[in-house]
């Protein structure tokens, strides 16, 4: 709903997931005749190397992002990126594959 409520008022939405088919449905679904853009990525946001290609892609398409909604549902025990501050934080979760983010199994939808 919040994607669909920025689209309509003009906003380009990205929409990121595992599943590009799904995607794609709640993109045409909720995308027709609004003043923005709706934009499925394909994504698995525990794995570094999709959170890098995402980040590059983003970077690529818009010049800022000025809103980030993170309904993703990790818990503690998917991903645990480690830090004492907030940069520590971006830098482990975002920073070369050696860095410390710990993943856990992968879980099917």
């Not at 860095?99 to 199994?105: D, K, R």
Request: glycine share 10%; hydrophobic share 35%; charged share 25%.
């Amino acid at each position: 709903m919040a994607a669909q409520a920025l689209a309509v008022n003009g906003a380009n939405v990205y929409i990121v997931g595992r599943t590009e088919e799904k995607l794609q449905t709640v993109a045409e679904v909720h995308g027709q005749g609004i003043a923005g853009e709706i934009v499925p990525l394909t994504a698995d946001i525990t794995s570094k190397r999709d959170i890098e290609d995402l980040v590059k892609e983003i970077e690529f398409r818009e010049k800022c992002l000025c809103i980030l909604i993170n309904n993703a549902g990790i818990n503690t025990s998917t991903q645990k990126p480690e830090g004492e501050t907030g940069e520590n934080f971006k830098k482990n979760l975002f920073g070369p594959e050696s860095a410390t983010l710990t993943i856990g199994p992968k879980h099917t939808r």
